[in-house]
């Protein structure tokens, strides 16, 4: 049984550059590196020194808070860098990769008998806890609270993303794995959200609650989703976990192995081959770049999508999270009366002299320019079309802006992440950074009320 | 030239006139900016684009304007044409020139003392000239009489962006509409030149009193007198008739709202509620008249007798709806909210417009009190659902933390 959520406010943003579904081996990595700002809000303490040697899934090192979640190599080698920044906060683990690469092997729990407290410390021994994200706040999940549903969205809809159903392909057992341990985590449910027409895997996962989703983005996003099936109530905690996570979680339950494997999608106008690739997590970005080929030799590279992604460069690593890389070309140049003249080569969301809502299946090539300069709050009603949630968008911004933090929680600020509000920073006519005032609003809502 | 201009604005980054030559650069060019943080791409429009749409939505009605200054000044001399002829009568170099002569001059002042000041803004507090002006400027002479003093609207101007605007920081955070703050002044402080029978007409303050004498009231003016009007139903709808420099044509002002809902630049909302809350009332005081509550010697029997439609073909209404009302700074700010800041904007002006016989215009007093209202509107749209979010909130399953029972075991056993 599923049901039927059917999107209709939302934008979709049609890029050039969309990775052909095969699969290439990428070159291995000669270093991976871990980027610590992946794990927002996390204090690590190193378990291991620089220069020392380390397994594959062997703890690197720990949350501060929480001494028993450890997070762990990718692959084994020696560390040979832990690169600081001010202060002596660590940004960046690189490990050495041996040639020949060894696994710790974990003693896995049994998982029909197993209760929750025992897969629970398991998951945190073994580097699996990281990949299970919890809302409110929108950072790693906290071991101690008990969400009331854990959602998994395998339906993407932003600009170039990797196809789930794609990279998810003949991994039924260990994603099952990964839900019979999961669902031991919750007295809730277990809600996957699907394509209204795909040909999903979940289709035939036991112990979920299945969602057929349609729409235009962001009906892929799972605040979205959460939003439309059990939204958070203040005081709840939801889990949310990408289904590529649950690949490795179900690997990390069935074998006892840390596999860092992952299946990118290395897309974007600039990429002469836009394609997957296997890869690891933290492994560098140029190993499977080049393979495909760059068509200039100036262009913004990111670890992630075109809307919630990071900045990276050519010698940047694979992010933690992420299973798509794009890259689009640099817009650091200026047009000449831009502001005034037709434009038939962008998108929109008016029809101010743009023309994108005349060919609404048109790829576009965008670069990273702003078109625009930043002022303050204009224009009213603009967001609330692409903004499917119950949530007033405009008013939880100036909230967060203003560090209300009555106002902020009663606006919903508990249901959010910055990623649902890529798309109205997208349209914004005032070119405002919506994604870094909602994260600085939800860490001061976090820092007050923890 | 590209390149020239690229090496002064590095030049000039972070000196104190950085913010006047930013403004210039970036009309020339849009600058070479690129995304730092959350999105690495962004939708084509900014508030340039934005208020360049509604400037090209007014340019129609600024035309009108001036071949209708001219119309009517010399048809208050030679008395109106027996069979108007478009070309004739109306699109003629004659018409033109006096429109010229008298609203350039008008859009000038509005423009150089307006930009002046908010440049002078920028460069003191260090921020980039914004682009709300630009709307503002153009408003101004559309909504004055022909014949204003450039020293009256100089002063109007200053003080409807220092107080209207800068002093509550600058576009996007001031309370009142900038350009009604401005026709507002200008109506308390010069009241004998914005309204009677000698303002709507190029020269008749001139000639007043003299062999030469012309004049002409808006329709409304007459009707608030008790006397008769001389233009036909076509003459309001096309707008060839007295009144404030671009609020006359009905027709071209219909375009211009068409144009910027199809653009999506104004809010629909806005003006079909107004036009729904101005029917309302017009329809509450026929009404009145219909069931005898008048007696005909009423000081307002005219003007409540008017038919109710017409309230939006004379004077102000359509064009304050269309392009006043619908500002989104001043307006109501959530969907909900701006079906009922619509619905009392039309409601109102017609309300005062029947009720003000010193003035019998009402749309930027409606306008301006309800752009004092909207804040507690939204208020009240956002308490809805926030009210909806606290009712879910009973039904929460919060479970309670390990380390909480953890904890509580504790304080038992101790």
Redesign the interface.
């Known amino acids: 049984m599923s049901k039927d959520i059917r999107i209709r406010k939302g934008l979709n943003?049609n890029?050039v550059g969309a990775a052909e579904q095969t699969i290439s081996k990428a070159v291995t990595s000669n270093v991976y590196a871990l980027n610590l700002d992946d794990f927002h809000g996390i204090t690590p303490k190193m378990l291991i020194k620089q220069g020392e040697d380390i397994k594959a899934g062997e703890p690197l090192f720990y949350n501060k808070n929480n001494e028993d979640m450890h997070f762990v190599s990718p692959v084994s080698g020696e560390l040979v860098k832990i690169v600081r920044g001010a202060r002596r906060r660590i940004l960046t683990l690189k490990i050495l990769a041996d040639k020949e690469q060894n696994y710790v092997i974990n003693k896995v729990p049994d998982l029909d008998t197993a209760d929750g407290e025992a897969i629970k410390s398991y998951l945190l021994q073994c580097g699996g806890w990281p990949f299970i994200k919890q809302r409110p706040y929108d950072v790693i999940a906290?071991?101690?609270?008990?969400?009331?549903a854990i959602f998994v969205s395998a339906y993407a809809t932003a600009?170039l993303a990797a196809d789930p159903d794609f990279v998810l392909k003949d991994k039924e057992q260990e994603i099952q794995a990964a839900i019979m341990g999961l669902s031991k985590l919750t007295?809730?449910k277990i809600h996957v959200s699907v394509g209204k027409s795909s040909r999903s895997p979940f289709n035939d996962i036991k112990g979920i609650e299945l969602h057929k989703i349609s729409g235009p983005h962001p009906a892929g996003l799972v605040g979205t989703q959460i939003n439309k099936i059990d939204?958070v109530?203040?005081?709840?905690?939801v889990w949310t976990l990408s289904p590529q996570d649950l690949v490795m979680l179900g690997e990390l339950l069935l074998t006892g192995k840390f596999n860092a494997e992952r299946i990118v999608a290395l897309a974007g106008s600039v990429i002469k081959e836009p394609k997957y690739y296997k890869t690891k997590i933290g492994a560098e970005i140029s190993t499977f770049l080049y393979a495909s080929g760059v068509k200039e030799d100036r262009f913004?590279l990111?670890n992630g999508d075109?809307?919630?992604?990071t900045?990276t460069s050519t010698e940047g690593h694979l992010g933690f999270y992420n299973n798509t890389v794009?890259a689009?070309p640099?817009?650091?140049?200026?047009?000449?009366?831009?502001?005034?003249k037709p434009?038939f080569n962008?998108?929109?969301?008016?029809?101010?002299?743009?023309f994108?809502w005349l060919q609404p299946n048109k790829k576009y090539d965008?670069?990273?320019?702003?078109?625009?300069?930043?002022?303050?709050?204009?224009?009213?009603?603009?967001y609330?079309e692409v903004f499917p949630l119950?949530?007033?968008p405009?008013?939880l911004l100036k909230a967060c802006m203003v560090k209300d933090l009555d106002e902020m929680e009663?606006?919903?600020l508990y249901e959010v992440a910055?990623e649902d509000?890529?798309l109205t920073?997208?349209?914004?006519?005032?070119?405002q950074?919506?994604?870094?005032i909602i994260r600085e609003g939800l860490d001061l809502l976090q820092k007050e009320l923890g | 030239m590209?390149e020239k201009?690229?090496q002064l604005k590095l030049k000039y980054q972070g000196k104190k006139m950085a913010p006047a030559f930013n403004a210039l650069h970036?009309?020339?060019?849009?600058?070479?900016?690129?995304?730092?943080?959350?999105?690495?791409?962004?939708?084509?429009?900014?508030?340039?684009?934005?208020m360049?749409?509604v400037i090209m939505a007014l340019v129609p009605c600024l035309l009108f304007g001036m071949f209708n200054a001219g119309y009517q000044h010399y048809s208050a001399i030679n008395g109106f044409p027996e069979s108007f002829d478009l070309f004739e009568h109306f699109l003629t170099w004659d018409n033109f020139l006096v429109g010229i002569t008298t609203i350039l001059p008008l859009v000038i002042v509005s423009y150089g003392v307006g930009l002046a000041i908010e440049f002078l803004f920028a460069v003191i507090k260090g921020h980039?000239v914004?682009?709300?002006y630009l709307v503002t400027g153009m408003l101004v002479p559309l909504i004055v009489p022909v014949d204003t003093p450039l020293w009256m609207l100089t002063i109007a101007v200053a003080f409807g962006v220092v107080i209207g605007k800068e002093v509550f920081?600058?576009?996007?955070?001031n309370i009142l509409n900038p350009a009604l703050t401005i026709r507002a002044f200008l109506f308390f402080a010069y009241p004998t030149w914005m309204s009677g029978d000698k303002v709507w007409v190029h020269e008749a303050v001139e000639r007043a009193g003299t062999a030469d004498a012309i004049s002409g009231e808006t329709i409304l003016g007459s009707l608030a007198q008790g006397s008769d009007y001389s233009y036909s139903l076509a003459d309001m709808f096309y707008g060839f008739i007295p009144g404030s420099v671009g609020e006359t044509s009905t027709l071209l002002i219909i375009l211009g709202g068409l144009f910027l809902v199809?653009?999506?630049?104004a809010?629909w909302?806005i003006m079909v509620s107004s036009v729904v809350g101005a029917l309302v009332m017009g329809l509450i005081f026929n009404g009145i008249v219909d069931a005898g509550w008048l007696p005909e010697y009423s000081k307002f029997y005219a003007l409540m007798s008017f038919p109710y439609w017409q309230h939006l073909l004379v004077g102000g209404l359509a064009f304050g709806i269309v392009f006043m009302a619908t500002d989104?700074?001043t307006?109501a700010?959530?969907?909900k909210g701006?079906w009922y800041y619509g619905f009392f904007i039309g409601f109102l002006s017609v309300m005062i417009r029947v009720f003000n016989p010193g003035y019998p215009e009402g749309v930027f007093l409606a306008i301006l009190l309800m752009n004092v209202f909207a804040p507690t509107i939204?208020h009240y749209v956002?308490r809805g659902?926030?009210r909806?979010?606290?009712k879910?909130?009973k039904?929460?399953?919060?479970?309670?933390?390990?380390?909480?029972e953890v904890d509580s075991l504790k304080t038992e056993t101790a």
Not at chain 2, 395 to 404: L, N, R, V
């Open positions: 943003i890029l906290d071991p101690s609270a008990t969400p009331k600009p007295p809730g939204p109530n203040k005081g709840e905690v913004r990111i075109v809307l919630t992604g900045k794009t689009i640099e817009g650091d140049d200026y047009e000449f009366f831009g502001w005034n434009v962008k998108i929109s969301s008016t029809r101010a002299l743009t994108s965008l670069d990273t320019n702003t078109n625009g300069e930043h002022r303050a709050f204009v224009v009213t009603g603009r609330e119950d949530i007033y405009l008013q009663q606006l919903g910055p509000f890529s920073e997208f349209i914004c006519i005032s070119k950074p919506h994604q870094q | 590209k201009l690229h970036t009309f020339l060019y849009t600058p070479n900016e690129t995304t730092h943080s959350g999105s690495h791409v962004r939708a084509a429009d900014d508030l340039k684009r934005t360049n749409t980039e914004e682009e709300g920081g600058g576009t996007g955070m199809f653009s999506k630049i809010s909302r989104p700074v307006g700010q959530t969907n701006k939204d956002v659902n926030i909806k979010r606290l879910r909130f039904t929460a399953t919060i479970y309670p933390k390990t380390s909480d």
